[in-house]
Nanobody, 124 residues
Framework: QVRLVESGGGLVQAGGSLTLSCAAS????????IGWFRQAPGKEREFVAA????????LYGDSVKGRFTISRDNAKNTVYLQMNVLKPEDTAVYYC?????????????????WGQGTQVTVSS
């Protein structure tokens, strides 16, 4: 069982930046691909970004490409989501998720473990 804990959310003005962290309890963290998803009130869960086990491969949702960067530090069992040029439409609860599959992808049901989420609010 992998326990994931997100942090770093908060309130920021449009155009600002935030960095989210996802800390994992699993000592074999490097064997998991990690994804970030978000969900705004009344909307479906949306894929944000994913990163492979080694960190050498990444994938981004169209709405965040060029603004968000996903990275990981396997020595610290942590994945990061650097969010720049934030927009009000980025407001959502952000979740990190882990999959034992070697495939880092944008499909929520492919992920085995989920964190509790962290709120990001972008004011206009």
């Amino acid at each position: 069982q992998v326990r994931l804990v997100e942090s770093g959310g908060g309130l920021v003005q449009a155009g600002g930046s935030l960095t989210l962290s996802c800390a994992a309890s699993e000592i074999l963290f490097s064997t998991y691909s990690i994804g970030w998803f978000r969900q705004a009130p009344g909307k479906e869960r949306e894929f944000v970004a994913a990163i492979s086990r080694s960190g050498s491969n990444t994938l981004y949702g169209d709405s965040v490409k060029g603004r968000f960067t996903i990275s990981r530090d396997n020595a610290k069992n942590t994945v990061y989501l650097q969010m720049n040029v934030l927009k009000p439409e980025d407001t959502a609860v952000y979740y990190c998720a882990a999959t034992v599959s070697g495939s880092y992808n944008d499909i929520p049901y492919e992920y085995d473990y989920w964190g509790q989420g962290t709120q990001v609010t972008v004011s206009s």
